[in-house]
């Protein structure tokens, strides 16, 4: 019902948009939240990352309802970079906003990562692993999402051109300097890991998580052991692009949908839907099927069946995808015939 003060004040009925105030039950809606690594922090069981779908290119209505449905649901980590979009810091932007319309009272309530190391402005310095690239980079992306810190702040890839110490020093003084309250990597390989959680931990700044690529496709942290490496050295893990880049759901069973990220263009490009992984895909959906699930949410189950997978980092480009993607938090157990089907049909 109107009141009539509301008629008064609004005699066109505009729709207004109400203040945004979270689910009070967030935190008992399904959710789980594992440690990450040998520290004070928990994560999600799932994150949202804001690699695509939050960029200027995308509405901002959209963004708003999945973040909300996101942290309605318990998932209090969200994860962006520099260079997300696009354009490039546009979804840094598009979260900044969200701080401003809708998080800022629940600011310590969430725990929000962004990175550098991969192209972002012209010139010299705006690429790899420099401490110059990365002290400005993140000074721009603190100002683009109207933050003072964030929780955790990556060097995004290994540079094998800048001497390790360079980098991880500035993580070390990012983090001295309160811009970050953790230091992370990604995409370093193990070797260089090594070095860096050493380095990391002579200076007291415990590499609190290393993020990679890991999903049924993409399974190179296993057999490379960075995903012991990681445990070994009580540094959390979180899996980027679970669902490869939707290629692990129905999204491409009957065609390319105009809407999706291949027909974007992009990232995940029309080559990777070989016949080959298509039909991958089916078998897997198949076995989905049988056990009372979407595609989507097996993969998911399947990544966080492992204890040493700290989070699993989803896009989402709709709340219903989201939806679904949290039922994979109630999915059932695996029976061994099962991991063997999923084996042999990822083969
Ligand atoms: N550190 C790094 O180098 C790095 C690299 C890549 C990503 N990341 C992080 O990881 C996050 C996730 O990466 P990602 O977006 O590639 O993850 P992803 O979860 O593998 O793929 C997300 C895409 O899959 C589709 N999708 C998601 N849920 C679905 C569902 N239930 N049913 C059907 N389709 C579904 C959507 O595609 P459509 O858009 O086609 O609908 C969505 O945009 C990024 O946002 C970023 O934070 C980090």
């Not at 998580?209 to 190179?220: A, H, I, M, T």
């Not at 809407?259 to 089916?282: F, M, N, P, W, Y």
């Not at 049988?290 to 492992?306: F, H, I, P, T, V």
């Not at 709709?318 to 084996?343: H, Y």
Request: charged share 20%.
């Amino acid at each position: 019902m109107t009141s009539p003060l509301y008629q008064l004040t609004n005699p066109f009925n505009v729709m207004i948009n109400p203040i945004y105030s979270p689910a009070p039950n967030r935190y008992d809606s399904g959710m789980n939240y594992r440690r990450c690594g040998r520290s004070g922090i928990l994560l999600p069981a799932i994150s949202l990352g804001l690699w695509h779908n939050f960029g200027d290119v995308n509405t901002l209505a959209n963004a708003q309802a999945i973040a909300h449905y996101a942290f309605d649901h318990g998932i209090t980590h969200f994860d962006l970079a520099n260079n997300y979009g696009p354009s490039y810091g546009s979804a840094e932007e598009t979260f900044g906003q969200l701080m401003k319309k809708s998080f800022l009272p629940y600011r310590d309530e969430l725990f929000i990562s962004t990175k550098a190391g991969y192209d972002m402005w012209p010139g010299l310095y705006g690429n790899w692993g420099s401490r110059k690239y990365l002290m400005s980079s993140l000074d721009q992306s603190l100002k683009r999402m109207n933050l003072e810190y964030v929780d955790i702040f990556y060097s995004h890839r290994f540079d094998p051109l800048t001497p390790m110490e360079e980098t991880l020093q500035a993580l070390v003084d990012i983090v001295r300097q309160g811009k970050a309250l953790y230091a992370g990597i990604s995409n370093w390989p193990r070797e260089a890991a090594d070095f860096a959680y050493r380095y990391l931990e002579e200076r007291d700044v415990h590499c609190l998580l290393y993020q990679g690529r890991y999903s049924l496709f993409s399974r190179e942290v296993e057999r490379e052991g960075i995903l012991q490496q990681a445990h070994e050295r009580g540094t959390g893990f979180i899996a980027f692009s679970p669902l490869a880049q939707g290629l692990l759901t129905d999204r491409y069973l009957n065609g390319i949908p105009q809407d999706s990220r291949i027909a974007r263009g992009g990232h995940l490009k029309k080559e990777s839907l070989t016949d080959e992984v298509l039909q991958r895909i089916r078998a897997l959906n198949q076995i989905a099927a049988a056990r009372g699930q979407s595609l989507a949410e097996m993969a998911l189950n399947w990544l966080l069946k492992d204890r040493l997978v700290t989070s699993v980092l989803v896009g989402a480009s709709s709340v219903a995808q989201l939806e679904d993607n949290l039922k994979a938090l109630q999915g059932p157990s695996f029976a061994s015939e099962e991991l063997e089907a999923i084996e042999t049909a990822c083969q």
